[in-house]
């Protein structure tokens, strides 16, 4: 099959993508060698947060957050989506120093999404939190979406737009040549196209080595948890932490969606990850710390899927220096859900070669170099 | 109920997680032979559900139960004989492919530590939905039975037992035996499963005994319903209960006959299914059966799983019943003291012979058995407004609208309608919503990814998980200790 655009990858990025270069009048093919979600794009926390984000992030997710409520129209789902405020908790001086910095630093760049919250209105937004917490800075606008329903409403949508979206078509090869790209997948078929999209998640690495262009994606599984319904124990905020690991999601069903970067031991070749319960003991020592109220609650469920990982924790967002028709999206180290509608926008116009509407040059793939 | 908790060494060579009649056969086979053995099972008292509560019988219990009860108490002494550490109310929670497992006893959650696992979780009743199955009131037979082995209870008010399978039978003849009344007995099986099962027949009769056995229980509760005027009711479908805060009301069909009853009691028996949830949790690979139509560990005759440290011993790997899961636990017992070298070739042949012959003679009349009682092809085509998934309250219609978009795959369902996402993750429901994805899309079942299961297999509150004694111990150092050993 041939197509202007090959696109490795069905998860989020690779079907967002997609969609907006259809919908400019480009044809493209996604190569998915499980199912559209299978790892982080069906299975993060669903957090769709500015708040806390790297500040070379934020622009993004600034005019992410403002696709979200978009998506009934994009994608023909909302996604799950509901507003849940997101607050990062300062358990003490140095920690409340630490956000009003970031709220000077976001304040000079002339964002105004992220507001410092005193004692008091700590409390008016999480009336349980332990007395110790000094202060925050919340998000209000801040939320969280079903993974699995929006990797599914953007596969499908792919899909109703005319993208093929082959899924259990795994790449096994894929060369540059003066035309374009060749890319052969498991069932032994080549397809060619002029452009190619490196959205393998995890597997972003072993594709862009493929084409010797190697970029320093490497595979983790961050794991999470979930507890059965605490009504009203979150109301309804969402909270981070400044100085230690965690992030408590408050679903609208009343459960609490636990994450924060803790992570499993796997095995990547076979696909197989052996859930750490020891980090999920931290979280929940941590939680307790945080929300006392908390103890009670039971935890129904812990999980853990394949998420590309770089170490400035930073995506990679761009065209291949080495490879001319070459685009990556990948790296987005465990917190790429929120950005998918804008990232879907900004790719789409680097690869019809205009220049994004946001700037891409913290995001670019040599930088590692 | 008061024996005291053993204190448990730090590392076992064996763990054996329940204590039926596989994990009691194979734990005591394994400290004959000089294992040391983790026993860790959620009930008080040793005997898993087929023999629950078999030391502690009456003698009227026992003239009920009969002798096939009663045997267990044999295999309970032994075991209690061979005194492994024996873990009571306690539930694991994680499974781990290396041998260890997180378990959760008295509050207080700790890791386990050993070479090998034997998962001897054994069997549940086949879930399935039909209007007002959530209703008080409806309960499975098993649960009437577990009930009266315990504490000797019977209804007093008339009740009406509905379904298929051995166990519905065998639960009407211990309600005669004990003066229940029995309104009726709604026998939902088809003439379908009998003609496919007759192919089997030949094989099954090698156990002639067993076949006359369940032909004499048959017999004898059709006696028993004469005697009381309890009509049994043939081909039965469309089966719902009624009432407000509880049952009142039993309604069905047979052929063309509308049925009801007034009645505060219903019980269910759909037949009997592997309880594979921890065995998923732990990375066991699985098969499909068409027959019996569930997941089961695909496992080689002694228990070996695709782990190298995990077996899975009795009906948890497929359902046989009590007497060769025994056998099955034995069987593990061989092979696992021979891989600890307590056993040497020679010994563990001249025993392995005379157990694998009685299991093969015990498993002759399954096919037949499995083939009688198939479960019927439209069990689960229940109306769109049933509830299919109790934990979160999602309903069949649901289920199949998903479905018909494609999405076939239970986990995915989940992920998006949260039918399978509460504290049971999909053990009630997960056959249902196989089934209606399967009726919806058309989709064969084995084509379809089975659900996944996650740590913890059951809910732990978060005050357990954060005192939680889970260090790590590297399993290859406990390997290389084995050997110098």
Known sequence: MKADVLIV???????????????????????????????????????????????????????????????????????????????????????MAKLEK???????????????????????LSP??????????????????????????????????????????ATVSVSASANGFALKTSDGKTHEGGALVNAAGAWAGKISAMLDDPLPVVPVAPTMMVTDRVPGLMNGTSLGLTGRALGLMAAKNGTVIVGGGYRSPFDFDNEKIWIDSTQMAKASKLMLEILPKLRDARVVRFWSAFEGNLADKVPIIGESTKVPGLFHVCGFSAHGFQLVPAVGRVMSQIVRGLSPEISLSDFRPDRFA | MSRPMVETKPKHDVIVVGAGPAGLACSTELVGLGVSVAVVDEQGEPGGNIYRNVT??????????????TIGRELVEAFLAAAPDYLPRAHVWQAEATGNVCLSQNGKSRKLHAAYLVLSTGAMERPVP???????GVMTCGGMSNLYKVSGLIPSDPVVLAGSGPLLWLVAEHLFVMGAPIAAILDTSTRKGAASAARHLPGALGRLGYMMKGLGMMAAVKRAAKENKTPIYRDVKNLRAEGGERLGKVRATSGTQDLCFDVATLLVHEGVIPETALLRQAGCAHRWNPVQRYW????????????????VAGDGAFVHGAKSAQLKGQRTALSIARELGRLSEVEFRSRVGSVSKELDKELRPRPFID????????????????????????????????????????NEIKSIIRCGMGPCQGRMCGSAVLELAV??????????????QRPPIKPISLEELAAADLDVVSPRAGRADEETR
């Open chain 1, 9 to 95: 990858g069905g998860g989020l990025m690779g079907c967002a993508t997609a969609i907006d270069l259809v919908r400019h009048g480009k044809s493209a093919i996604v190569f998915e060698k499980d199912v559209p979600g299978r790892h982080a794009s069906g299975h993060n926390s669903g957090g769709v947060r500015c708040q806390g984000r790297d500040i070379r992030e934020v622009p993004l997710a600034v005019l992410s957050r403002k696709l979200w409520d978009d998506h009934p129209d994009t994608v023909g789902s909302d996604c799950g989506f509901h507003v849940s405020p997101r607050l990062r908790l300062a358990e003490n001086d140095g920690d």
């Open chain 1, 102 to 124: 970031r709220h000077g630093e976001l304040s000079s760049m002339g964002f105004e999404h992220e507001v410092l919250a005193d004692r008091e209105e700590v409390r008016r």
């Open chain 1, 128 to 169: 349980n939190i332990s007395r110790h917490v000094v202060g925050g800075l919340v998000c209000y606008t801040d939320g969280l979406a079903n993974p699995m329903l929006t990797s599914k409403a953007y596969a499908a949508k792919a899909e109703a737009l005319g993208v093929r979206v082959l899924s259990h078509h």
């Open chain 2, 56 to 69: 502690h019988l009456s003698a009227q219990q026992r003239k009920v139960l009969g002798l096939d009860y």
């Open chain 2, 130 to 136: 039909f209007p007002g199955w959530t209703l008080p």
């Open chain 2, 296 to 311: 089961h560990a695909d496992v080689a005759a002694d228990g070996r799983t695709n782990l190298p440290s995990v077996f």
């Open chain 2, 371 to 410: 083939a009688l009682y198939a479960p019927r092809g439209d069990l689960f085509h229940v109306a769109d407004d049933t509830i299919v998934c109790r934990c979160e309250g999602v309903a069949a219609g649901r289920i199949r609208e998903v479905a018909r978009t494609g999405v076939v795959d239970p």
């Open chain 2, 439 to 452: 009726e919806a899309s058309g989709v064969a079942a084995e084509q379809i990814r089975a659900l996944r």
